[in-house]
């Protein structure tokens, strides 16, 4: 069951005072062998749940960096299935590895959200982010979840009421994805104050219920450093990562200078 | 039939509100002062202020006689949007939510445009009411539509090319909707058609509606009846849902909208989402859409900029179920035919976009009785195409040869 698999991580991760390292991969990019190795490395190094972003044309929550790695995907044949055989793969090297799907609606929908769910959680997935899913359009969506033990994760914003707040972190059975900044996804140098006080704010709401991620901008270990000191349970690697393939055309070196990297940020996260 | 729709942002299933959490609470805010000032007399008074003496409504409602004559079947008439002050229907609606965005103290607007069009009328509304524009358009249409970026820096707006994706009418969308995530507090989104999330397909057609009305009200002065049948070109479907709407009860006006069939729906080359499209969600909403297999939104054609976009406003999706509007596709050979034919006979140049509804007119016309009355929305004027135009018909006369 997807949401134990992701419980069993953050209450192995609290018990030693941890924090969640999410690493998040562009399926497909450079190529679908790459991106399994990728992420073992990312595993082996210190990542502790991985987000497989299945690419979509029209990625609307994603900076230039993610559009980028997603069109040349598509370009070259990434399709939902080549993506779910990742996780597949994946899955049998790590079988308690947290794997959850981050990409857009309209790929679940195409397929019908029950059968693409129930083909993922075939393919070890554990869970889904939705970036376009607002919680309103969403019951069709949680309730295949439930039934395939699926876990859910929904976003909240620093501009997100209070009140909102409360629905949004009842629907999710992951955890809660806190977006750092109000923007689309993409490396930032620094973050305000006002970031430090969402974090808060989403974790008084979310109290022991659930675990709270931090996303979007985080590239290093001192931006590590000040989500967990706001609160955050987890912090979340994106655009960063897929940075650093991009700029590495050698396929050994590009891994290895990943692994030193996840290694620095998974003692950030200590 | 009554519709009253959308139901909680809902056109039956279609519409709805599928966007990222950071939009939500500015959706949100943008609804309630919408319906704030949708019934509020003062704010009423000032767009038909504007939208009479700025922008020259009403438009006439022209008979088409010699296009009529040269058809040979029903009184062909058209409703001359392309006199609107901007040259398109676009500038009921920018006026509209230009106004809307004042009276939210947002001063900073962006907007997406296509053929250019709606970039030109908001870079005008936000001209006349001392609003800062910023357009987002695909490099493509930036290079077709070359007049049109250069009267949008005129009037003093900032055009931004796209770069990404298709460099289309999608990704100018796309980048509008990332500009907006990231400067939400102090900007507005005046989206140009009736796509995009709840309330947007609802707000722009009910500024777009006054189209329809006044053909009401024109046609029962000229003949004391409703058209028989009403046609408007669908591409995001603003033109068309301002036509339609107010015909939408009335079950015995037939109502056509002409989607762009580009060089044929067998080739792949198309803009006919309704014709040829299936379900899904881009853009904030669920609606009929261009897409492969895998749910990849794909590559559209059109010879007209502003048809050329895969996802149409969900009040045509649910009018369509509902068959209460038959879509049906006009490819680029005959657009480019009723634009020669309209130019030559009436002295108007029309522009590519109205061009696919007016042709199909005239297919409709010739199997009509004479006493019978089409309406067909001309929604803008072709200066912009000229250049289009007679690229086609130099590349046209070449293969000939």
Redesign the interface.
């Known amino acids: 069951m997807g949401s134990n698999r992701l419980r069993g991580k953050f209450d192995e991760l609290s018990k030693k005072n941890e924090h969640a390292l999410i690493c998040y991969v562009v399926a497909g990019y450079p190529d679908v062998t790459t991106t399994e190795d990728i992420i073992s490395s990312l595993v082996i190094s210190g990542a502790d749940i991985i987000e497989i972003g299945i690419p979509f044309s029209d990625p609307i929550a994603d900076g230039s960096v993610i559009q980028e790695a997603s069109h040349r995907a598509l370009l070259c044949g990434i399709t939902p299935d080549k993506c779910l055989r990742i996780s597949q793969n994946i899955r049998s090297k790590f079988p308690d590895l947290p794997i959850l799907i981050m990409t857009y609606s309209n790929i679940l929908l195409k397929s019908g959200f029950r059968n693409f769910m129930t083909r993922s959680n075939l393919s070890g997935v554990d869970g889904f982010i939705l970036p376009d899913l607002a919680i309103e359009e969403s019951c069709c969506y949680i309730e295949q979840a439930t039934k395939l033990g699926l876990a859910t994760v929904f976003l909240a914003s620093p501009n997100t009421p209070e009140n909102r707040l409360k629905v949004i972190v009842n629907k999710c059975s992951g955890f809660v994805y806190v977006v750092s900044v109000y923007g689309i996804t993409g490396m930032r140098k620094s973050f305000e104050n006002y970031t430090v006080d969402a974090i808060k704010n989403i974790k008084h709401v979310a109290g022991s219920k659930i675990p709270v991620a931090v996303g979007f901008g985080i590239s290093n270990a001192s931006h590590i450093r000040f989500m967990v000191d706001a609160g955050a349970d987890a912090v979340i690697i994106g655009s960063a990562i897929v940075e650093k393939i991009k700029s590495n055309p050698n396929k050994e070196k590009m891994l290895l200078e990943l692994r030193s990297y996840i290694v620095s940020l998974k003692n950030a996260c200590k | 039939m009554r519709i009253d729709y959308p139901i909680d942002?809902r056109f039956g299933k279609y519409g709805?509100?599928?966007?990222?959490?950071?939009l939500?609470?500015?959706v949100e805010e943008l609804e309630s002062a919408y319906k704030r000032y949708k019934n509020d007399p003062e704010f009423q008074d000032e767009l038909s202020y504007y939208l009479t003496n700025y922008a020259g409504r009403p438009t006439p409602l022209y008979f088409a006689k010699n296009l009529s004559e040269y058809v040979g079947g029903a009184r062909i008439y058209l409703k001359r949007e392309d006199l609107l002050h901007g040259g398109a229907h676009k500038t009921n609606n920018t006026l509209g939510q230009g106004l809307l965005a004042k009276r939210m103290g947002k001063k900073r607007i962006i907007a997406e445009t296509g053929a250019g069009q709606h970039g030109v009328g908001t870079a005008m509304a936000s001209a006349v009411l001392g609003l800062n524009a910023e357009i987002y358009m695909g490099a493509k249409d930036a290079e077709r539509q070359k007049l049109n970026v250069f009267r949008m820096q005129l009037l003093g707006s900032k055009v931004h090319e796209v770069m990404?994706?298709s460099q289309t009418l999608?990704?100018a969308i796309?980048e509008a909707?990332?500009d907006w995530?990231?400067?939400?507090?102090k900007t507005y989104y005046l989206i140009g058609s009736v796509v995009g999330p709840h309330p947007y397909p609802m707000m722009v057609r009910d500024f777009q509606s006054i189209i329809g009305q006044e053909i009401i009200q024109q046609t029962r002065e000229i003949s004391n009846t409703l058209p028989n049948v009403v046609v408007a070109c669908v591409g995001g479907g603003s033109n068309a849902i301002g036509t339609f709407f107010p015909f939408v009860d009335h079950s015995e006006v037939l109502l056509y909208g002409v989607e762009a069939g580009g060089q044929g729906i067998h080739t792949g080359k198309h803009s006919a989402t309704l014709s040829a499209g299936s379900?899904?969600?881009?853009?904030?909403m669920?609606t009929y859409?261009l897409?492969d297999?895998?749910?990849?939104?794909?590559e559209t054609h059109s010879i007209s900029a502003g048809l050329d976009y895969p996802g149409v406003g969900p009040e045509h999706a649910l009018l369509k179920d509902l068959k209460r509007a038959k879509y049906v596709e006009c490819v680029d050979d005959d657009a480019i035919n009723a634009f020669l034919v309209l130019s030559k006979l009436e002295g108007i140049i029309p522009a590519l976009e109205p061009s696919h509804a007016v042709a199909y007119a005239m297919k409709l016309a010739k199997h009509m009785n004479r006493s019978e009355n089409i309406v067909v929305t001309l929604s803008g004027r072709g200066d912009k195409d000229v250049e289009v135009v007679s690229e086609y018909l130099r590349m046209k006369e070449k293969k000939e040869k």
Request: aromatic share 6%.
């Open positions: 942002g709805g509100k599928y966007i990222p959490e950071t939500v609470p500015a990404s994706g999608k990704d796309n909707l990332r995530i990231t400067n939400l507090q379900q899904g969600i881009l853009h904030g669920l859409l897409q297999e895998f749910g990849q939104i794909v």
